[in-house]
């Protein structure tokens, strides 16, 4: 029975540590999670291979246990997603103990028949014979957590090291000197302008036309700042421009005449440039209304 | 009794030898070689790494030297014949960890490779909306597979780390479970320790191992489901009890279950590894009568399996046939004109920059292949009367399994199957490392006892012609499965998955996320596609045969373009073309622009010219919202198709302000 309990202790008391509402940091929740999922993992194992006679050599055990626990969080996700319960911390948790509760249920009734049927947790060990049920063999509990213990160190040493070493090598990576990458400057329509879908409407007054300029790795330079309506260029300005900045230009459109007429509006700095199109909200003329096409 | 206790145990099992304190000064003098090597190989890599960064020659040297530091003394400590059980299970558990370094060295911040950023934004749209089958732009089935991405996703929700922190953490896990996994599967066919060992060596040589297997993708943890859905296969296989059979029945089918969720193409070759079992044990049995009951076992598996594949492909992700089939099908085509005497075959290595020894390794590689799997079929065939019969029969169907390396290599020589070719690889391997493990071990067992030379002598020499063997698989197959952009880190080249992330399309794409909200579509090419579609959290589309967006770009300045192609944008609500002006000056890296079955040229010369890029530029249902040294986003204004371009007219200058305010 302690191999179901045990277990299942541990997955309840792992699961209520990753509750959000203890907003625990995550060098706390990934030591808790991974501890319930291999708890589940653990579960998953006694319920389907049976006891460890069953289920082969430290090695096989060990990785189906991980294996199985790391292939839960899919299978809850999975399994919840036809209820339209969505992929998030609270119904995940809920999941995993629900499985978890369900794999102790069924681990107790696998153990309850193999004892009606014959065979069950009294061979739970390798090579134990029938017959020894009156009493363990002196020493071969302590013996047996003396290998637990080394199977545990085999396996955690190698990671423990390789975690060092790892960890150093990407720091070597991340801290070292880079190439510098190509550096850009851009424009781009910003504010309300940003969501401009359609021919801007003009009043009399003009507009002003919020723009955003970046640079990033580039040297200090003076660009030319120039407001094209049709392609002419109807205004400009000389800015310098600084990397690691973002200008925020306001950039004021003049009406276009009242013609009914579509017209491009660009403003550029240097090479970039956004074009947008504008046309007058005073009302047209007779000659302009009855124009088929501009 | 289980039966399982009274045989004996497969796996890790090993002799005991010396006393516990000679064990400890092993297991010591073991963890201290092992540690000084792989961080000596570890920091080989790094300045391979940081050579190919700063190109300066060199890297393909100090990266194979740094491995072979490593990898060798693991190998020497794994087969070695008096190391303990638990010390070569700690072994193999680094030699896995230290394998998963090249890849986690090469970009250790996040998603690098093309497909990665595909599977980080699936897992990220899962982190942030919860919703699993949500269809992905940039891999377009992957949506239907969303085990790997559930299982990001849940790790990051419940822990608080980032998708990147809780791949690395599930793939790693995974990689080291696949590197045990194999040890397991070799040890249920012959339980000696130092085959299974040299099982996980020979199948790390595989040209996927490294790099592709260890990157943020569905096969990464489907096939290490795969190697132990294997486990709990022949664990049924051999059961002799009913409990037994049954539960190891129930494992198989619900990693299968958990593979067929995953990746659609791990699922069909583990329904078709089960089949080949179900046959050999089949045929076995009309000789050996005791192999009936594990033939029914076998093929129960096969055909839950198999039912499994079948109601997912069928019914949840009834595209993936479409998506795979014009790899296959392509690539067969192709060979067959090949035979038929047609030119239309790759050149291996064209315009390659990987050194001649590397080039060299890659086409000795299935030679030696070759060579270990005939010496390994006459092992097979003089032991069949004295292997156990279950032994014999899975030896027959990992040899089998094993075979399918050589055709699938033949695959490589046609531009369509090439990629087909190298993704088999991982799976070929793994019959071809089980069943050339015990040739291996004999033939280091077989130098003790020559009698011309001293035994010392003999195994240095055996061991030092394997190590060199091993050494040239590793290369040559990394060689010829991975291609160097994505090994080595270097300068910024237009057209190259790897290579593609430039500061440029970063802040393009966060300006985007940023002002018009995420999950929007929009036409764009590949490597724009990749960063919009990732981080930008965006839906990118760069066009198939039957929704051609790519020509909108193809288009002719002043020419009409297509009105279904139009009428297709705006019913399916496409709100941006992105436009990369790089096409124009230069061929991509990879000669792809948009996708591989583009109607563009490839014969060197940019496939556009300047007009056609900037020709948007004039079009008043395209507002040209974004723009950068080589990057533009347009907004589609689908209501604005009819308004001609009005021709330059002075406008008389008004009063206007440019305002200056910096952030």
Not at chain 2, 73 to 85: F, G, I, K
Not at chain 2, 543 to 562: E, H, K, M, N, V
Not at chain 2, 573 to 592: C, H, K, W
Request: net charge positive; charged share 15%.
């Amino acid at each position: 029975m302690k191999t179901i309990f045990r277990p299942l202790v541990v997955a309840y008391a792992s699961l209520s540590v990753l509750l959000p509402a203890a907003a625990l940091p995550w060098p706390v929740l990934l030591p808790a999670c991974l501890s319930a999922l291999l708890a589940v993992g653990t579960l998953w194992v006694r319920v389907l291979t049976g006891s460890p006679a069953e289920s082969g050599v430290r090695p096989a055990r060990a990785g189906l246990v991980v294996l199985a626990g790391l292939l839960t969080l899919p299978a809850v996700a999975l399994l919840l997603h036809p209820f339209g319960v969505p992929v998030a911390p609270v119904p995940l948790i809920a999941g995993v103990a629900l499985l978890a509760t369900l794999l102790g249920v069924a681990g107790l009734l696998r153990i309850h028949r193999g004892r009606r049927d014959g065979w069950g947790e009294r061979y739970d060990e390798p090579g134990v014979p029938a017959q020894r049920l009156a009493g363990a063999a002196p020493g071969r509990a302590e013996s047996r957590a003396q290998g637990s213990v080394r199977t545990v160190a085999a396996v955690l040493v190698p990671v423990v090291l390789s975690l060092l070493v790892g960890t150093l090598a990407v720091r070597a990576v991340e801290r070292g000197p880079h190439p510098a990458l190509p550096g850009y400057l851009t424009v781009a329509l910003d504010g309300w302008a940003a969501g401009i879908a359609h021919p801007l409407t003009v009043p009399a007054r003009g507009v002003s036309v919020p723009v955003r300029v970046t640079s990033s790795g580039l040297p200090v330079s003076s660009q030319l700042l120039r407001l094209r309506v049709d392609g002419a260029v109807i205004a400009s300005r000389r800015e310098t421009v600084r990397p690691g900045m973002v200008y925020g230009l306001t950039v004021r459109v003049p009406a276009p005449p009242p013609d009914g007429c579509v017209r491009a509006v660009g403003v550029s700095v240097g090479a970039a440039s956004t074009v947008f199109y504008v046309r007058s909200a005073a009302r047209q003329g007779p000659r302009a209304r009855g124009r088929g096409a501009c | 009794m289980s039966a399982v206790t009274t045989r004996p145990v497969p796996g890790f099992t090993g002799s005991r030898f010396g006393d516990p304190r000679s064990r400890r000064v092993e297991a010591v003098r073991c963890a201290v070689t092992l540690t000084v090597t792989g961080a000596a190989g570890t920091a080989a890599i790094v300045i391979a790494y940081r050579r190919a960064e700063w190109g300066q020659p060199g890297q393909f040297g100090w990266f194979w030297a740094g491995m072979l530091l490593f990898t060798l003394p693991a190998a020497y400590w794994a087969v070695r014949r008096h190391t303990s059980s638990r010390l070569r299970l700690a072994v193999l558990i680094g030699y896995g960890a230290f394998t998963y370094l090249p890849k986690l060295l090469r970009h250790p911040s996040g998603p690098l490779y093309h497909d990665e950023y595909a599977h980080w934004g699936q897992s990220h749209s899962i982190l942030v909306d919860g919703r699993l089958f949500e269809a992905n732009s940039i891999v377009r089935v992957i949506g239907d597979f969303p085990g790997l991405h559930a299982c990001v996703a849940a790790m990051a929700a419940i822990t608080g780390l980032s998708i990147w922190q809780a791949a690395l953490l599930v793939l790693s896990t995974a990689h080291i479970l696949l590197t045990v996994g194999v040890g397991v599967l070799a040890g249920q066919l012959r339980p000696d320790p130092r085959i299974t060992a040299a099982a996980v060596i020979l199948y790390s040589l595989n040209s996927s191992f490294l790099f592709f297997d260890t990157q943020l993708g569905y096969e990464s943890l489907a096939i290490c489901a795969l190697v132990w859905a294997l486990v709990a296969a022949l664990g049924a296989i051999r059961a002799t009890t009913v409990p037994a059979r049954v539960g190891w029945s129930a494992s198989t089918l619900l990693l299968a279950a958990a593979i067929t969720a995953t990746h659609h193409l791990t699922a069909l070759w583990l329904t078709g590894a089960l089949g080949l079992f179900a046959l050999v044990f089949t045929i076995h049995s009309v000789v050996v009568l005791e192999l009936t009951t594990p033939a029914r076992t076998a093929w129960a598996l096969t055909s839950g399996t198999a039912l499994i594949v079948a109601v997912w492909l069928g019914l949840v992700a009834p595209h993936t046939g479409s998506y795979l089939d014009p790899y296959l099908g392509r690539a067969l085509d192709q060979f067959g004109g090949l035979a038929g005497g047609d030119d239309g075959g790759r050149e291996l290595f064209s315009k390659s920059v990987l050194p001649w020894w590397e080039q060299t390794s890659a086409y000795l590689a299935p030679g030696v292949a070759l060579l270990a799997m005939v010496a390994a079929t006459i092992l097979w065939w003089r032991r069949r009367h004295t292997d156990e019969p279950v032994t014999h029969a899975g030896t027959t169907g990992m040899l089998l399994i094993g075979a399918l390396y050589f055709p699938a290599t033949m695959l490589i020589l046609t531009p369509a199957g090439a990629e087909g070719a190298r993704r088999s690889w991982a799976f070929s391997y793994l019959g071809l490392a089980v069943v050339v493990a015990p040739v291996v071990v004999a033939l280091l067992d077989g130098t003790r006892r020559l009698p011309a030379r001293p035994t010392e002598t003999g195994t240095v020499l055996t061991g030092a012609g394997l190590a060199a063997a091993c050494a040239l698989l590793l290369v040559g197959n990394n060689a010829a499965g991975m291609n160097p952009s994505y090994r080595f880190p270097g300068p910024p080249v237009y057209g190259s998955d790897t290579r593609a992330a430039t500061p440029e399309v970063q802040a393009a794409a966060h300006w985007l996320l940023k002002t018009q909200g995420r999950g929007i579509r929009l036409v764009a090419d590949r490597y724009s596609g990749l960063i919009l579609g990732s981080y930008g959290e965006q839906h990118p589309t760069t066009g198939s045969a039957t929704f051609p967006a790519y020509d909108l770009y193809r288009a002719r300045p002043g020419r009409p373009i297509s009105p279904q192609l139009l009428a297709q944008l705006r019913a399916w609500r496409f709100e941006f073309l992105v436009v990369d002006r790089r096409m124009a000056e230069q061929v991509p890296d990879i000669n792809i622009y948009f996708e591989t079955n583009e109607p563009l040229r490839h014969d060197g010369v940019p496939a556009f010219d300047r007009a056609q890029l900037t020709k948007f530029d004039v079009m008043p249902w395209l507002i040209k919202i974004y723009d950068g040294p080589n990057l533009a986003i347009y907004r589609f204004d689908f209501d604005s198709l009819r308004i001609p371009v009005r021709p330059a007219d002075p406008v008389k200058p008004a009063r206007h302000d440019v305002r200056v305010r910096t952030r």
